[in-house]
């Protein structure tokens, strides 16, 4: 899973410079959201496991 986050973001970044601003934002906007996301899933993992 981690593998795959860096896999995307690498390929994100590489097309970044073509893109236009709000799509940039947009990207970045939606990937904070998942990293928050799957950050608060880990610790409902995390949490139902003690």
């Known amino acids: 899973m981690v593998t795959g986050a860096v896999i995307g973001a690498t390929t994100s970044m590489l097309m970044m410079p073509q893109m236009d601003g709000r799509t940039r934002r947009k990207i970045n906007k939606m990937s904070r959201r998942m990293s928050n996301r799957a950050g608060e899933f880990m610790d409902d993992i995390k ?4």
């Open 47 to 50: 949490g139902s496991m003690m």
